[in-house]
């Protein structure tokens, strides 16, 4: 998979839109769905997703309504990828200020080269306020394809 | 002066600390080494200045002589830049 441009981190089967979780463990599950369809993942690393959390804390929320789940580099990582999952009802991390969550990205890195550039792209995007928040009134994937490639 | 911008696993969300802390830094005229670490590394590292972390992590950190600042929102520069400025400047 190419570095290059952030549409290529995701793709139509790792983006989840309007969707509905009732804790922050759904709502990382669903992020690692995203990425197991996308073949991306294996199901573990989705539980390895939420054991970050269970030990270290809400610390993947890092911006307003937003989270990065994410893991280490494993053999449960098949490609590097994101996956994209929007909430119609936020849930809470117990993150304090950030609280609650509404946008989750999923990230799997092999190694901690690869993805570097398509996180660099992504945070350029997450220093705009408003994008957070036009990730919660997408509706399809191609529109966000439109918002990555703006 | 090195920095180690710090979180669970190494790979993101230190990675976008460093990428936003670089940004800031040079807006502020500081010249440092930015590096993204994980929590193991950074506290078995001995020559940084200053460990930078997302709030809820801090309390993983043994600095020894490192100031240790907890980021709320990685995205919002201003909170970055003020942090950083206050413990550097």
């Known amino acids: ?150 | 002066m090195k920095i180690l911008a710090v979180c669970g696993e190494g790979i993101g969300t230190s990675v976008l600390l460093k990428m936003n802390a670089d940004r800031v830094l040079k807006r502020l005229g500081i010249e440092a080494l930015v590096e993204a670490t994980d929590i193991e590394t950074a506290n078995a590292t001995r020559d940084a200045q200053i460990f930078l972390t997302t709030a809820g992590l801090q309390d993983k950190l043994v600095g020894g002589a490192a100031e240790i600042i907890a980021i709320d929102k990685v995205f919002d520069l201003e909170e970055l830049s003020d942090k950083l400025a206050a413990a550097i400047l």
């Open chain 1, 1 to 150: 998979m190419p570095n290059g441009n952030l549409a290529n981190a995701f793709s139509a089967e790792s983006v989840l839109l309007q969707r509905t979780a009732t804790s922050w463990r759904e709502a990382i599950s669903l992020a690692g769905s995203g990425l197991v369809a996308a073949g991306v993942a294996t199901d573990a690393y989705t539980q390895a997703m939420i054991d970050v959390v269970e030990t270290n804390g809400p610390y993947i929320v890092i911006a307003p309504g937003f989270a990065l789940a994410h893991a280490r580099p494993s053999v449960e990582v098949l490609r590097w990828g994101m996956s994209l999952v929007t909430l119609v009802e936020p849930v809470r991390f117990g993150a304090g200020a950030n609280d609650p969550v509404s946008v989750v990205v999923g990230l799997a890195a092999v190694d901690k080269q690869q993805h570097i550039e398509a996180l660099q792209l992504l945070a350029e995007k997450l220093v705009e306020p408003e994008f957070v928040n036009s990730l919660l009134k997408l509706s399809n994937f191609e529109r966000f394809e439109d918002i990555l490639a703006n």
